[in-house]
């Protein structure tokens, strides 16, 4: 009997509806395997449909296409590595998140997903059924179980495989990044190798997928001899790659050899490489070549131009100013400055004109009042306009450059500064930006297509921010101070924290109040001055918004 073992895995980024796509890169990757002299080609979740494919799967045409492209596929890699994939399984009305195992022609086993997320960003409950919990499946000399995805999250898949005769746990996935998911998914993978004593092999899909990114990360942990886990392969996050990873029986089992050890970034590069490679999967998936964005002068603007050009290369990049008599000739130098940094092409279109002209349209109907926020937003609106315009002569995607804390705030406007098909910093709250701008400014990697160095003026990072729609105007005249705003929405929308936590934490108890109508709306007023129980912020947030989903849930 063999005593040795290889598996390659594919650390891959499937785009969701390519089926030929998806194939022709599972063929390509099994080809590699074979040179490789490997024993099994392993694929992430769902592979060949790409992830997430949400109602696309429960099509029965798409379905039945996917099912066969995973069968010729069998047919074509006959002569080589078995191969493990992921993809949906129809049988009768039963609809099934599956991985399929491939050898000598056919298809010799399929896992189905057992454990399926309903949270977050998944609704795997409206999709798929709940499939039984799968035995270990054998290639040559090897019995492996593979808990798909969230089954790893949760013991009852992998004791069981365990206690059927697994002999290591392959774990393919689509799981999408956020702030700290690495180690949060390595603590998981710890448990299960802790209560199971198998090494475990954790396979993640790398890519963005419109507003998901997948973030790959993928590793191998061997049982220690404390009985914890041993870290003993790492992949680079965010970075599509292919890995072979020996395993070798030893008196204590199967082990993983060590093999590939990538570093580990910070918070900070992970953020940044995840919206680099969102921006750049959802323009390479959608058909898009260049980007358009207003530049402002401002520090949303000049980041969303550096994470474009860092994307996709400067020479795609066109920055657009659009000046009114408020723009500050230091702004209009400033966002030069940045663009020329960058190498980026600089255009400028006046909205004096096109303002002008709106206002004398609607005269007649304005007389008698004030200026006010009207007047405002109509120059963000018409810069919106110009932006379009601009996208749909040349074809280029606009940009949209409003960061979280404005958004969550309403410190934005609709059809103006919100107009665009994709923001790259819609996840980032203002203090972060600032602090993003530094970082990029102090760092350059290979994976980056825009320059090194100091690309993100210094100016634009220390001066006070504005939207410049009326005579010196500042953020903090509408908002509190940043680092107040950012904190306490944290506590609202991350931490799901009541009035009472945030005041605890110290702040002000009004300005707590003022944020969460910000955030709410007017109806979180009439809400607090309600007799009766009360309910958390974000549960108030989801019933408002949610009311017939949230009825639904209740029934559960």
């Not at 990072?461 to 680092?483: H, T």
Request: charged fraction near 25%; hydrophobic fraction near 40%.
């Amino acid at each position: 009997m063999a005593d040795r073992f290889r598996i390659t895995l594919g650390q891959l980024n499937p785009t969701v509806g390519d089926l030929p796509g998806n194939a022709a890169k599972a063929r390509e990757a099994w080809a590699k395997a074979r040179e490789a002299g490997a024993d099994m080609l392993a694929l992430p979740e769902m592979f060949i449909t790409g992830y997430q494919t949400q109602d696309l799967v429960l099509k029965p045409g798409f379905t039945r296409e996917a099912m066969a492209r995973i069968e010729e596929l069998a047919l074509a890699c006959a002569d080589g590595p078995a191969i493990g994939i992921g993809g949906p399984y129809a049988e009768g009305d039963r609809l099934y998140n599956a991985y399929w195992i491939l050898q000598d022609g056919k298809v010799v086993a399929r896992v189905l997903k057992h454990e399926l997320p309903h949270k977050q960003l998944f609704d795997e409950w409206r999709l798929f059924n709940v499939g039984p919990i799968s035995g270990p499946y054998r290639i040559g000399p090897l019995r492996i179980g593979s808990p798909i995805c969230e089954d790893a999250w949760w013991p009852e898949v992998s004791e069981t495989l365990a206690e059927t005769g697994a002999e290591i746990l392959m774990v393919p996935n689509g799981s999408p990044y956020h702030r700290g998911k690495l180690d949060l998914r390595m603590g998981h993978m710890v448990g299960r190798v802790v209560e199971t004593g198998l090494p475990l092999v954790y396979l993640n899909s790398v890519g963005g997928q419109d507003d998901q990114i997948y973030d790959g990360g993928s590793f191998a942990l061997n049982p220690g001899p404390d009985g914890g886990a041993v870290k003993v392969m790492q992949m680079a996050p965010f970075i599509e790659m292919i890995e072979h990873l020996d395993f070798e029986r030893t008196p204590q089992g199967w082990r993983a050899v060590p093999g590939r050890m990538d570093h580990h970034p910070d918070e900070w590069e992970q953020d940044y490489h995840a919206m680099v490679l969102g921006l750049r999967d959802y323009m390479r998936k959608s058909g898009f070549r260049k980007v358009v964005l207003g530049m402002s002068g401002g520090i949303d603007s000049a980041l969303v131009a550096t994470i474009a050009s860092d994307a996709i290369g400067p020479d795609n990049v066109r920055c657009v100013m659009l000046p009114s008599e408020y723009s500050s000739q230091a702004s209009l130098d400033d966002a030069s400055d940045a663009a020329t940094r960058l190498g980026a092409r600089l255009d400028t279109v006046h909205i004096e004109g096109a303002r002008d002209a709106v206002g004398e349209a609607l005269a007649h109907l304005m007389e008698g009042t004030k200026p006010d926020t009207t007047e405002e937003n109509i120059q963000s609106r018409l810069r919106g306009v110009m932006l379009m315009a601009i996208s749909n002569k040349f074809g280029e995607l606009l940009l949209t450059t409003g960061n979280k804390s404005e958004v969550a705030a309403g410190y934005a406007t609709i059809y103006g500064d919100m107009a665009g098909g994709y923001n790259p910093i819609k996840d980032l709250y203002k203090t972060r930006v600032f602090q993003t701008c530094r970082w990029r400014n102090e760092n350059h990697r290979d994976w980056m297509m825009g320059p090194a160095g100091e690309v993100v003026p210094p100016q634009i990072i220390s001066k006070p921010p504005s939207a410049e729609l009326r005579p010196d105007q500042k953020d903090e005249d509408s908002l509190p101070p940043y680092e107040v705003l950012d904190a306490i929405l944290e506590g609202l929308v991350e931490k799901d924290l009541a009035l009472k936590d945030l005041v605890a934490q110290g702040f002000d108890a009004e300005t707590v109040k003022r944020v969460e109508t910000l955030l709410y709306g007017s109806e979180w007023k009439r809400y607090q001055a309600a007799p009766g129980p009360r309910i958390s912020t974000k549960a108030f947030w989801l019933d408002r918004r949610y009311p017939l989903v949230n009825r639904w849930r209740d029934r559960l």
